[in-house]
């Protein structure tokens, strides 16, 4: 029988009367305050505040489609009923905005870092992104991660002249290292955020260092994780990689979905309401981390799912990666990595000082294969290389 709990009758009467009076306690960002790269665009009016403006330019961006066949975990499953995604962000997006409405923090910039977040993933996942570093590392002696890149599409490949609250929300949002308490630090200009930004394409452990700069950017990566505990159970079911009744160990924070999601919203609130900070008690946070564990090791590294991905997915972009990379160096432009990539980035309002051709070849490379939807990936691996197939399978609706 799921246990939902309940905010305290204090904190509930706390809040009511609040309300009512209109004295609710305010740590939210502001949108008339927020810096833009170019503060002559993209001003404040009352229809569209700062941060609506964010949310509608990463909604509108050349990219945000792409979200719709990005694996979430599960790769190689036709079945609609697996998240993926764009789907993910969404559950962030509500769930953050569910707890922040309480906090009385500002949704649009919640919003905006959650829609924003994952922009930058590649196809297959952690896998994926994980394939790509080693070898864009291996080139360069630089990293790829996730939370940078998502940066990269909405600040530099696309230039959309987004807030600088929203891009910190968004490289800090590493839904993989949970804290128990999350402080804001601070980020004054974009000249401390471009550093930030470097440091951790040069060192990869720097990205588990960084910390939100606002109250919204935390709310956004504890949701990121409650996002992702209960769904990915959800889906392994789905998936048939663990039975319904599988037990994955006593967490007091639940067991299914609607459960986890509920019980850590009611203990974020209770603990952070009137704060300048956002925090679990405890109970919750060991429970968290226990969730998490028993996903990793019953569902995320289980053979059938992390050999397959390893045997097929790492040589198919391996090879993908110096194909493309010797394709731009020898100036082939009927490539693919000219006519879908560099074209594409070019007729979609490429505004820069330095010409998107003039960008390091690997980086080019990187832009390109991190923008992959899995489907396409496969399908241009095929393209290419017509005659060196790799056995990959997709678990089919009638298997």
């Known amino acids: 029988m799921p246990n939902y709990k309940k905010l305290s009758p204090e904190l509930t009467e706390r809040i009511r009367q609040d309300i009512n009076d209109g004295t609710r306690p305010s740590f939210a960002a502001r949108g008339e305050c927020a810096v833009r790269r170019n503060p002559a665009l993209d001003k404040e009016s009352i229809w569209r505040p700062a941060y609506v403006r964010d949310v509608d330019k990463i909604l509108h961006s050349p990219y945000y489609n792409r979200y719709t066949d990005k694996t979430q975990v599960f790769s190689f499953y036709k079945n ?19 707890i922040g409405s309480v906090l009385n923090l500002n949704l649009d910039l919640i919003e905006a870092i959650a829609l924003g977040h994952d922009i930058g993933h590649a196809p297959f996942g952690h896998a994926g992104e994980r394939y790509i570093s080693e070898v864009y590392h291996a ?4 990293y790829f991660n996730h939370n940078v890149h998502s940066v990269r599409v909405l600040d530099g490949i696309f230039p959309l002249n987004i807030t600088l609250d929203t891009l910190d929300g968004i490289i800090t949002h590493n839904g993989e290292f949970e804290m128990n308490e999350y402080r804001p630090s601070v980020m004054p200009d974009f000249s401390a955020f471009d550093k930030m930004v470097e440091s951790c394409y040069v060192d990869e452990a720097n990205i588990t260092k960084i910390v939100p700069s606002t109250l919204e950017g935390c709310v956004v990566r504890v949701s990121d994780i409650i996002a992702y505990l209960g769904k990915d159970r959800q889906d392994a079911i789905r998936a048939k990689l663990i039975s319904p009744d599988e037990d994955l160990g006593q967490t007091g924070i639940g067991s299914i979905n609607a459960e986890i999601i509920n019980n850590l919203e009611v203990n974020i609130i209770e603990h952070s309401y009137g704060k300048p900070y956002i925090m679990l008690d405890s109970e919750h946070y060991e429970g968290l981390k226990l969730a998490k564990r028993a996903n990793y090791e019953r569902i995320y590294k289980q053979e059938k799912v992390a050999s397959v991905v390893d045997n097929t997915v790492k040589p198919m972009m391996q090879r993908l990666y110096y194909k493309l990379l010797s394709d731009l160096r020898s100036g082939i432009k009927s490539s693919p990595i000219y006519k879908h990539h560099i074209e594409f980035v070019q007729e979609n309002h490429y505004a820069s000082e330095i010409p998107y051709l003039e960008t ?13 939807t899995d489907d396409y990936c496969t399908e241009l691996y095929k393209y290419l290389f017509p005659n060196v197939g790799l056995d990959i399978k997709y678990k089919g609706y009638f298997v």
């Open 80 to 98: 609609d009923d697996i998240t993926r995604r764009a789907l993910h962000v969404q559950l962030v997006s509500r769930i953050a905005r569910s």
């Open 139 to 142: 080139q360069t002696g630089r």
């Open 360 to 372: 390091e070849e690997n980086q080019i490379v990187v832009d390109y294969m991190a923008s992959m």
